[in-house]
């Protein structure tokens, strides 16, 4: 008679422990994965997408936070040469009140919202606004 064989045993334990030690690294890596898919996107992201929702798609050029200030440039698209000036301030002043007030209204931890609108690169409009004020614009001289 012959003792008792460890070697199917040792093979067992050590099957098991590839499975176990491969299910655990799958379950770490699919749940680092959702974590970070839960994560809200950045605020540059977060202002950029709330301007493009008014504006239109592409049209943000450039965004920047810092300190619960967004500084947003985006082209318009309203403006058209040769339009009347007058014209042209009103939309430009909607496209700058819509754009800043939603990112206002949106991100709490935003205070301030300075917004430059342009067209082929262009500055056309300045504007700035704050929690609880009047958005303020300036224009370029040629729409004055």
Do not use: C, H
């Amino acid at each position: 008679m012959r003792g008792f064989q460890y070697t199917p045993v040792l093979i067992y334990i050590a099957v098991v422990a590839v499975i176990a030690a491969g299910i655990f690294a799958w379950d770490y890596a699919w749940r680092k994965q959702e974590e970070a898919r839960r994560q809200p996107p950045p605020p540059q992201e977060i202002a950029k997408n709330l301007v493009e929702n008014i504006i239109g798609q592409g049209t943000v050029r450039e965004v920047k936070v810092e300190k619960g200030v967004v500084d947003v440039t985006f082209e318009s698209a309203t403006f058209k040469p040769g339009q009347a000036k007058k014209e042209s301030r009103e939309y430009l002043q909607a496209e700058l009140e819509l754009a800043i007030t939603s990112i206002l209204g949106q991100m709490q931890e935003i205070s301030r919202v300075n917004a430059t609108v342009t067209y082929q690169g262009k500055i056309l409009a300045r504007g700035s606004g704050e929690k609880g004020k009047k958005v303020e614009v300036t224009y370029a001289p040629e729409l004055q």
